[in-house]
């Protein structure tokens, strides 16, 4: 059953990828980007992330805390799968980890330290070791070479999980062992390199990364065959359920930009701007002249257009100002465009009805 769910999930993605628009594939882009990155940081050990993802972004803030469960720094991490999947084959979303690798303070005033280095070749195990897993892959489903994966996985040094450590000390003249978490091992990793197994057996046309869907618990040398499969088929059919909803939402952004900013030139940087806004992050006005190549006059111009239109509006934060993104409430829910500008109409339509049926009993009795 649960194979059977992931796999209609896998196909379902495949066929919603295939019917986007181009504005709607540079959202979905831009906004898998964000969670392909919040979903490392969360897996490498950097619990505060989330809280502090916006303003490390935009250099106003120093970077996630590392812990002694972290294995390299949160600027390492990041500068890895931006480096990586800015050569990604699938040209939308190389073009989007080109974008945001330019708009990134992340390293802003940061010295280099040989522990980035390690962020790379953890990519490059990852790379080959779902080649290997992807090698004479006759299945047009891909739970085999999953099953292989993580064979190659719990055999290797870098990926297979540590073992808990037990620290003993003495309190009130007894001995005490408390167990302490493990160090996390960059499964990460392994989640971004991920879909090349997935494309290998045809189930998709674009080998995306899946954050979050490889997990150390589906990697424990205690389970049984029947009980890592099931904890590796339930964490992929999760991930592919967040990316699906990911372009769900990439549609609903889209019908805004055409409603709100349809109106300007095809060349025009607003709407470009605007969807790394609600896809990603908010921008200053120094990473949208480096992201997407305005001066800074232009910068002014983008802003007061997109704030005009209610899509954005400015924040101080710092000293520094941001553009945050805003979306209408008439659009941004579930409905989408046409539906939202109709329902209006229709009430209107309705009420003129009333107000002539009220005309008529008034010049009845008037008569």
């Not at 739970?143 to 073992?163: I, Q, S, T």
């Not at 100002?321 to 409905?335: D, M, N, T």
């Not at 339509?349 to 009993?361: G, S």
Request: hydrophobic share 50%.
């Amino acid at each position: 059953m649960a194979q059977a769910a992931c796999a209609l999930a896998l196909g379902r993605l495949d066929g919603l990828l295939a019917g986007l628009t181009d504005i709607e594939k540079r959202l979905f882009c831009v906004g898998l980007l964000r969670e392909v990155l919040l979903a490392a940081l969360a897996q490498a050990g950097f619990t505060d992330a989330t809280l502090r993802f916006h303003a490390w972004f935009a250099g106003l803030d120093r970077g996630p805390q590392e812990t002694p469960l972290t294995c390299c720094s949160a600027y390492a991490v990041v500068r890895a799968l931006l480096g990586e999947l800015s050569h990604h084959p699938w040209e939308p979303l190389a073009d989007a980890a080109q974008t945001i690798a330019l708009a990134a303070r992340f390293g802003a005033d940061r010295p280099a330290h040989a522990e980035d280095a390690l962020g790379d070749e953890a990519l490059a195990k990852a790379a080959d070791l779902t080649k290997q897993a992807s090698m004479n892959d006759d299945s047009a489903l891909p739970f085999a070479g999953l099953a292989r994966l993580n064979a190659l996985l719990r055999a290797d040094p870098l990926f297979a999980p540590v073992e808990r450590a037990v620290r003993r000390f003495s309190l009130g003249g007894r001995e005490v062992a408390v167990e302490q978490a493990a160090p996390r091992t960059p499964l990460w990793a392994v989640d971004a390199a991920l879909g090349r197994v997935l494309s290998a057996s045809g189930t998709w046309v674009h080998a995306l990364p899946c954050p979050g869907a490889v997990t150390a618990e589906a990697l424990q040398p205690q389970l049984w065959p029947g009980e890592r499969a099931l904890l590796a088929v339930r964490s992929l059919h999760l991930s592919i359920t967040r990316i699906c909803a990911l372009v769900d939402q990439a549609r609903r952004r889209a019908a805004i930009v055409g409603g709100q900013l349809g109106h300007l030139r095809s060349s025009a940087r607003a709407p470009q701007v605007w969807k790394f806004l609600t896809a990603f992050a908010p921008l200053g006005l120094d990473q949208i002249s480096s992201a997407f190549g305005v001066s800074r006059r232009g910068t002014y111009a983008i802003g007061d257009a997109l704030t005009a239109a209610g899509l954005a509006r400015r924040e101080s934060i710092k000293g520094k100002v941001l553009l945050v993104a805003e979306e209408p409430r008439a659009i941004s829910g579930s409905a989408g465009l046409g539906q939202a500008s109709a329902r209006p109409d229709q009430a209107l339509a309705e009420f003129d009805a009333a107000m002539a049926d009220i005309d008529r009993l008034l010049e009845h009795r008037s008569g």
